[in-house]
């Protein structure tokens, strides 16, 4: 659910910051790195769409809530500053958001907010228009799935912007990737890896680290970024490595699902490496290379991680053996069901 920010306030915030109708300063650097603006957000919602973008890759927020910026809000004075159809763009985009980036209790406030829209209508005098328009917008947010709010806003922008966007259609989603990660007492060492490995994701990819029962501060250190691609799963007690692995797989929601190994750094090309192995060998189920840049990725068949159709016999003596070469291993997702122990 959105949380509004008390009038004034001034600092950094330890939530995403998610900034509507504001005036903004963003580092060149910061927008590069997220792929500049969402070429669908091209009207409305733009600020939003960045500075959800802004949340994913880490990076931090100052509010500056002294500070005032005169501008009209259209929505305020609808009959006078806004046509019907600048309103339903208003709407699409919103409802877009909404429906991409938000949970279930923030759509449900988007549906009441659109209720208590058309009474304002109905006390402001609101052109009939206008009010259709809500209505029907509402109608969709209470009868229509969110796959369809979806293709309808898909449409109507491709519409308007037609050649100016990348291609005919919404770009087909790229590979999700998870990062597995075991850790035991590893704050000596977490920071370096991590740091290693995050520039390498996307803003959709993830790092599932599991803490099992660490006696340091491994898991605040991690929560400590403020990277909302990570995600700590703690045990309370130490479970040992197979099974620490074997909950972080299972936690993992990727396509493609990379076992990190051993306590070093990734060399800057690793997920790209894989990623690439993965498209020229499509039948290639698990792979298996180096985290440094001087050995080849190689492929392994599903029942080599097996032994006796047990899975945690295998995957432990294949960390054992590879472990003193920091090697990563990466499996399609749809693989786990073939190797995990029933749950």
């Known amino acids: 659910m959105p949380r509004w920010f008390a009038d004034g306030y001034r600092g950094v915030p330890v939530h995403p910051v998610f900034a509507f109708n504001s005036a903004s300063l963003v580092r060149v650097d910061a927008l590069a790195q997220m792929g500049g603006y969402d070429p669908y957000f091209w009207l409305d919602n733009s600020d939003a769409?960045?500075?959800?973008?802004?949340?994913?890759?880490?990076?931090?927020?100052?509010?500056?809530?002294?500070?005032?910026?005169?501008?009209?809000?259209?929505?305020?004075?609808?009959?006078?500053?806004?046509?019907?159809?600048?309103?339903?763009?208003?709407?699409?985009?919103?409802?877009?958001?909404?429906?991409?980036?938000?949970?279930?209790?923030?759509?449900?406030?988007?549906?009441?907010?659109?209720?208590?829209?058309?009474?304002?209508?109905?006390?402001?005098?609101?052109?009939?228009?206008?009010?259709?328009?809500?209505?029907?917008?509402?109608?969709?947010?209470?009868?229509?799935?969110?796959?369809?709010?979806?293709?309808?806003?898909?449409?109507?922008?491709?519409?308007?912007?037609?050649?100016?966007?990348?291609?005919?259609?919404?770009?087909?989603?790229?590979?999700?990737?998870?990062?597995?990660?075991?850790?035991?007492?590893?704050?000596?060492?977490?920071?370096?890896?991590?740091?290693?490995?995050?520039?390498?994701?996307?803003?959709?990819?993830?790092?599932?680290?599991?803490?099992?029962?660490s006696a340091d501060d491994t898991a605040e250190r991690v929560r400590g970024r403020q990277d909302l691609r990570i995600r700590v799963v703690e045990h309370a007690r130490s479970m040992g490595t197979i099974p620490t692995f074997e909950a972080a797989l299972r936690n993992a929601t990727g396509d493609i699902l990379f076992v990190?190994?051993?306590?070093?750094?990734?060399?800057?090309?690793t997920v790209a490496r894989f990623m690439r192995a993965f498209h020229q060998h499509p039948a290639a189920k698990v792979l298996l290379g180096a985290s440094t840049a001087d050995l080849a990725v190689k492929a392994l068949q599903p029942r080599q991680l097996q032994r006796g159709s047990r899975f945690r016999s295998a995957f432990l003596r294949l960390l054992r053996k590879n472990r003193e070469r920091n090697e990563v291993m990466a499996l399609r997702s749809g693989v786990l069901q073939q190797i995990l122990p029933p749950a």
């Open 49 to 213: 769409r960045m500075f959800r973008n802004l949340a994913l890759l880490g990076k931090q927020v100052f509010v500056a809530g002294d500070i005032r910026v005169q501008h009209e809000f259209s929505m305020k004075s609808m009959q006078e500053s806004m046509s019907p159809w600048r309103y339903r763009q208003v709407l699409l985009a919103e409802s877009a958001f909404w429906d991409r980036e938000m949970n279930v209790l923030a759509g449900l406030e988007r549906t009441l907010r659109l209720a208590l829209r058309m009474v304002k209508h109905r006390r402001r005098g609101d052109a009939r228009e206008l009010r259709s328009i809500t209505a029907a917008f509402l109608r969709l947010r209470l009868f229509r799935s969110r796959a369809h709010r979806q293709e309808l806003f898909r449409r109507s922008v491709e519409l308007h912007l037609g050649a100016a966007l990348p291609g005919t259609a919404l770009p087909p989603r790229p590979p999700r990737v998870s990062i597995c990660i075991a850790a035991c007492n590893a704050s000596s060492y977490v920071d370096s890896q991590l740091a290693s490995i995050l520039p390498q994701l996307g803003l959709q990819d993830e790092v599932v680290l599991v803490d099992d029962g």
């Open 260 to 269: 990190a190994q051993g306590t070093g750094t990734w060399a800057p090309d």
